[in-house]
């Protein structure tokens, strides 16, 4: 089977820092900044999927892009970006400095065949961009029914893992889209989402997840999550707007109309109680991990009265005086979106 690099969040042991510790007094050399141009030649590595910092700086020296491992891994292990670097393709200028490495091994530019899921996105626009692609819509349909979906899980809304893909131009869907559900499986291990955790199974914690991803901002995730938590548990009804935008397919839309929220369908949280039947988008590892670990509280109501500006509360009547200065402020403009 032809390989399929995908790219995501790359964990650095933490055995990582106690070798740089060891090794803090021998010498590093290094190759000095230089002005990168179109002269200078380059070279496309591959980094391996679960590579270490010390496996990923020893593949740099051997393809002569630092001038030494030790190098590239002192500047890794002092910079947290470099968690993020990304398993594929990754086109590199030789014989750069280790911090210029780093960099290039951020630039989603340099990574060759790019594809990218966003966190939040609906399996319909991954499809439309693999249509887009060139896919037709008669073998993503084959593809879709010959997926192995992890253990617990019968949807595939949520399973196409949120990350950037490096992929070769003759693969096909399938492989495309298997790659993204095993990338889901190795986050859910890692997050315990695998696991239910006593009140709710993993294919409904990943719903929850879903509805925080759309619903929030990443620092307001976890209250977000509790706030599920806490109607589910007293029987009130959701009233996510983040579910009705799922049935209509819209994106964008913070007001929703009267007649939205009657819509019929078993995803809409406005007329059904209890959690929508599957998920409404694929989440993130953050939304995940707050799916699992919400932040404890009593809030009941939450609301985003201006742009960065949410605010949750246990009181209805709290919820209905931040409601009218969300529609003041809706009615100003602040909401809508500024071109430069």
Known sequence: MRRLFLAGLLIVSLTLSLHLIRTQGRSAPDFPEMQISAQIDEVTIEIPVGSTGSEIAKLLAESGVTKSSLAFFRVAVADPRSAKIAPGAHRLTMEISARQALEQLLDAKRIPNLFVVTEGAWNSEIFSELRDRGFSKEELSRAINTLILPRGFTSLEGLLFPAQYSFPSDVNAREILQSMIDRFTVEANASGLNKSD?????????????????????????????????????????QMDSTVHYIRKVRGEIFLSTKATLAKSPYNTYKRYGLPPGAIGNPGRAAIDAALRPEIGDWLFFITVAPGDTRFTKSNDQFLEWKQLYEKNR??????????
Do not use: H, T
């Not at 929030?216 to 109607?231: C, G, T, Y």
């Not at 009615?331 to 430069?340: H, I, L, Q, S």
């Open 198 to 238: 006593g009140k709710y199974s993993p294919a409904q914690l990943l719903v929850i997840a879903s509805i925080v991803q759309a619903e929030a901002d990443l620092k307001d995730f976890v209250k977000v999550s509790q706030v599920i938590r806490n109607r589910l548990s007293i029987g009130m009804p959701l």
């Open 331 to 340: 009615r100003a403009g602040a909401f809508e979106v500024k071109n430069d």
